[in-house]
């Protein structure tokens, strides 16, 4: 009698292109952090601090925008093809305050051709407060 042995292979992300993808200067500026990466999915983290915050003193949602696109780009580059945005859009459900922190969970929806569509749920502390979707272009290597 033999054993079987087999496994099931799971696609992981190459080093190089995680690497690439966890070097964002401008999440570094704003202290976005990857906090996971698979093929066709991402997940980022933000906490909301004082500097994030508009002349009305609430959290600008530019930073909330910037953690869901930066869950999009890390999602849809995760595969090592270029993949530059062709339209995104985001809706704003609930206030975020100082200290929350914010999680962007990436998912790709659609491929096809040489496009692809990527929804990101935003959640701060466990509540959504905003939907972000994507689509991109997938460049020529």
């Known amino acids: 009698m033999t054993e079987d042995t087999s496994e099931v292979a799971v696609d992981a992300v190459d080093d190089d292109v ?8 401008y999440c570094e500026t704003l202290g976005i952090d990857l906090a996971v990466v698979e093929p066709g999915y991402a997940v ?3 906490v909301v601090t004082e500097d994030l915050l508009n002349f009305h003193g609430t959290p600008h949602g530019g930073a909330v925008y ?3 696109d930066a869950a999009f780009a890390a999602a849809s ?6 993949a530059v945005a062709l339209e995104t859009n985001i809706s704003y459900l ?6 929350d922190r914010l999680t962007a969970t990436a998912e790709e929806t ?7 569509e990527y ?8 509540d959504r407060v905003a939907t972000f979707r994507g689509r991109v272009y ?4």
């Open 77 to 82: 580059n995760s595969r090592g093809d270029p």
């Open 119 to 126: 929804e990101v749920e935003v959640t701060a502390e466990g």
């Open 110 to 116: 659609h491929v096809g051709g040489r496009t692809a």
């Open 66 to 68: 910037s953690v869901a």
């Open 138 to 141: 997938l460049l020529d290597d």
């Open 18 to 25: 995680a690497a690439r993808i966890r070097s964002d200067a």
């Open 94 to 99: 609930d206030a975020v305050d100082v200290g």
């Open 44 to 46: 980022t983290e933000l």
